[in-house]
């Protein structure tokens, strides 16, 4: 089957209709901006090794540079009664015709999200898009400090291949090590029904979020 990704998102519906990803429009930008102002974010390794931006400014200047080229959903959760809440974003960050290669990123779901499988049942909906379109190895990039997504990202049916050493310089000179995993066309059915069967018992979040 040929990889073939269009340049244009679709939307998508997760397995419980819990949430929406759409296509990620300048709508956004605010709204992830202020998500990113949340220290728990940052502490796990996120943003590529680079320094947390200080002001509200300059986070709506490193959510465009980062998002950039790339095809990127925003999610919102559906579960209030005022409309769909924006909760993060995720997408694909690069890909290969010929090997049929895709790499996943720019995951994040908001910190009151974490723990009610959020992550899972949108990484679901991600990848059944993705395998569907063709792709054959899908790839995860994670800094090994954020333990949460590795964690994550294993229970899921993600192999760990090894660790990408020196793989990065941060902006203060250290250099970065990346774990990297990955999901197969040939694991995927088998990988579908464990997660489906996982998101078998959630229940929508607290009215109070």
Known sequence: MTL??????????????????SPFSPDDVEPLAHLLANDD?????????HHRPGTHEELVRFVDRRHEGLRIFAVHYTGLPGGPLFVGTTGITESHTPTQRVKIGRTLISPPFWGMKANHEVKLALLDWVFARGAGRVECDVDPRNRRSLSSLKRFGFTVEGTRRRSSRRNDGSWRDIVVLSLLTEEWPATRERALRALADVRNFPMCL
């Open 4 to 21: 073939r990704l269009p340049r244009a998102l679709p939307t998508l519906h997760t397995a419980t209709g819990r949430f929406v990803l």
């Open 41 to 49: 974010i940052w502490a796990t390794g996120f943003g590529d090794g």
